[in-house]
């Protein structure tokens, strides 16, 4: 079995085209030849030559299989090379004792000797089904990318409903083009012009549950007559969604408190947000309680307070307190890297662990009654990667 992450023969220098709708990640960076790929499997080769020997195999495995089973490992491996970067000893899969058969993903010593167990969690803010419905979107988008030719326009899609049945992409692309042939493209540039995505030029396809718009927007003089292998050019939702990622956040956490229960050591809960709208509020809000406005009736006055929620607070007081802290990540993509965010959110109720500021990631400190932040360095930083990695351009 190779030591290398990636084949470097499956890699096409020629292949300059993006990622596909339906396409796993990883084959996307096993294969691509644009200069962006290039670099992050250069990085994650890096990584993975540090990582132990007799883990990389399962490793690798867990990479090429599911989308979301990728990212989970994506997600150990940066950890285990940040914390390596910060000078920590790190085991995998440590045993924790006789009695207990559960192996945490981590045990990391601290330069001073200081030790904990460390747990990763991706949140994705999805069920099983919404899972479902974006597989089976992106999977109806990749076949219209493949089987539509439109040599003079560009595709903004919308879909208003989506069915439980799998679309017919070979139905979408008859009447499409049958719809391209009634188009005048003088005036398309002018609808779109003075209308935007609110113009009239537009094909409805309403069939089986599904009701999706598709907007013709004009190429560019130059670049007409040219049929295009990636005809669709954006994406909009038909209206707002609710975003639930600090309840995710608050669930993965004390499921990971629950599945592991007591330890020998302290610990810590590492969790990568990877909802879209995923930000520091969220894991605020799900670590130290959600924050609500509670008024006095009598005097009118008011403030914003937290409630028992949060992971070390409940109705009889302080909880969990052998969890030292959490480690959030959002906004972390192996393409991303240099603006993710990593912040160390420390437990309130215990007296700080001094040791943990050799994770100089940004940390939330107790400060009295309140958290502080003190800031530190950024993925991209400890990394040694340049703000605007990896390099975009075909």
Request: net charge negative; charged share 25%.
């Amino acid at each position: 079995m190779s030591n290398l992450l990636f084949d470097p023969s499956l890699v096409d220098a020629s292949n300059l085209e993006p990622k596909g709708h339906d396409m796993k990640t990883f084959d996307y960076l096993s294969m691509s030849g644009k200069p962006s790929a290039n670099e992050e499997r250069t990085l994650l080769e890096r990584w993975f030559s540090i990582y132990p020997e007799q883990e990389r195999s399962e490793l690798r495995r867990r990479m090429e299989s599911k989308e979301q089973e990728f990212y989970s490992a994506f997600f150990e491996l940066f950890l285990y090379a940040s914390l390596k970067q910060m000078g920590a000893a790190v085991q995998i899969h440590p045993d924790v004792s006789d009695e207990i058969l559960k192996h945490p993903d981590f045990l990391v010593c601290l330069p001073s000797g200081y030790e904990f167990y460390l747990e990763a969690v991706v949140a994705s803010g999805q069920s099983d089904e919404e899972r479902s419905a974006v597989n089976a979107k992106n999977a109806f988008y990749a076949s219209l990318d493949r089987k539509l030719q439109s040599p003079d326009y560009f595709w903004s899609v919308t879909i208003h409903s989506q069915g439980k049945s799998s679309p017919s992409a070979k139905q979408v692309v008859h009447g499409l083009r049958e719809y391209q042939k009634t188009l005048n493209i003088r005036d398309v540039i002018t609808e779109f012009e003075e209308k935007g995505f609110d113009t009239p030029c537009r094909y409805v396809w309403n069939h089986d549950g599904w009701l999706v718009h598709f907007v013709p927007i004009p190429k560019a003089e130059d670049a007409r007559g040219k049929p295009e292998s990636r005809p669709l050019g954006s994406f909009h939702m038909p209206k707002a969604i609710c975003c639930d990622d600090d309840e995710d956040i608050r669930t993965s956490v004390k499921f990971k408190i629950k599945h592991h229960g007591e330890v020998d050591k302290p610990y810590m809960i590492a969790v990568a947000a990877t909802g879209d709208f995923a930000e520091q509020e969220d894991f605020m809000n799900a670590i130290y309680g959600t924050v609500v406005y509670e008024m006095n009736t009598k005097t009118g006055e008011g403030r914003n307070v937290r409630q028992g929620d949060g992971v070390w607070s409940g109705d009889d007081g302080p909880k969990n307190n052998h969890l030292v802290a959490v480690l959030g990540a959002w906004k972390l993509f192996p393409y991303s890297i240099p603006r993710a965010n990593v912040v160390i959110f420390e437990n309130p109720y215990i007296d700080p662990v001094g040791d943990l500021a050799a994770l100089d990631f940004p940390h939330w400190l107790r400060n009295g009654s309140k958290p502080e932040y003190r800031p530190g360095r950024s993925p991209g930083e400890i990394h040694g990667l340049d703000p605007k990695w990896p390099s975009f351009e075909a």
